[in-house]
């Protein structure tokens, strides 16, 4: 095992961040989930900002810090190949956050002070990377009358949108900062960026109906029933739609984005597995394709698929 040495620098002022936290985790580890304290690490920081953590298992790591320094977040995040050997001289330092300004439109609604479905959206950014969610996220920004938003405190780092509040049956249809499609590639934030982000509210969804059966080609009840995006887009965890059938074997989804799906229809299925790429890619040959046109509506039959294969 080895031991990480390094100094933690307030950016801000160029002296040593002693009442910083620093973590180190596992690449790859997702929230708190099991085994996550068998290898997260976090230790103090002396009056010089000098820091060791020992006792780390050869692997890939990023070491995180975080500074809440009168009210302004500071955050750093370094990744770190260790291996047989100690690291040293690592330098982590802490930078201030940036502010993301933006505008949200939507489709067919003018923004004004009676649009009230406006004013209840509200606009996030998660990292795209595991690491220290509850480091990284922004606090989420409340949408003016006017659809402006500013985003404050974004640390550098890969982010996903996160727009919730949302009228019902809508989508966020796009976004964009500069020439980045920020529903594609994610949104990289190292500076202060340009422009502003400009979302749009989509409310052309459309809805399907169908039933589910079993070998016997009798209604399946009280089963799953998931449209997973395309390939393409299942980074976009809102474009996910799940129901249940009912007592006849019927199911009724509304509020789908316009696109390509694959529907599924689990006899048992842990809640969110579907998002796992591998878990889906056990199944993918046995769902069934769907389109989803603008304000469309589909009809489709399901076979139930077993809770294991």
Known sequence: ???????????????????????????GQVGFGPGLFENFRNRNINEQGMFEIRGVVPGSYDLIGVL???????????????????????????????????????????ANANNQDI???????GPKSAG?????NSPPAPVQADGTFTLQQIVPDDYRLNVTGMPRNSYVKTARLGGIDVLGTGLRVDR????????????????????????????????????VPDPGQRN???????????ALGRFHVEG???????????????S?????PEFIRQYEDRGKTLRVTESGQTTIELRILPAQM
């Open 256 to 270: 789908i984005a316009p696109g390509d799906y694959k529907a599924f229809a689990w006899e048992s299925v842990e």
């Open 68 to 110: 809440n320094d009168r009210n302004n977040r500071m955050s750093a995040r370094v990744p770190l190949e260790i291996g047989d050997s100690d690291v040293q001289n690592v330098s982590l330092v802490i930078s201030p956050g940036f502010s993301v300004p933006g505008r949200i439109t939507i489709e067919g609604r003018q």
């Open 132 to 136: 220290l969610p509850f480091a990284f």
């Open 192 to 227: 202060q960026p340009n422009g502003q982000l400009e979302i749009l509210i989509g409310t052309d969804t459309g809805a399907a109906d169908g039933t589910v059966v079993n070998e016997k080609q009798e209604p399946a009840v009280n089963v799953t029933v998931v449209l």
């Open 236 to 246: 976009r965890t809102d474009l996910y739609r799940t129901t249940s059938t009912d």
């Open 272 to 276: 969110g597995a579907w998002q796992d």
């Open 1 to 27: 095992m080895a031991r990480v040495r390094g100094q933690v620098i307030n950016g801000a002022s160029g002296q040593p961040a002693r009442n910083a936290n620093i973590f180190l985790m596992p690449r």
């Open 119 to 125: 004013s209840r959206i509200r606009v996030a950014l």
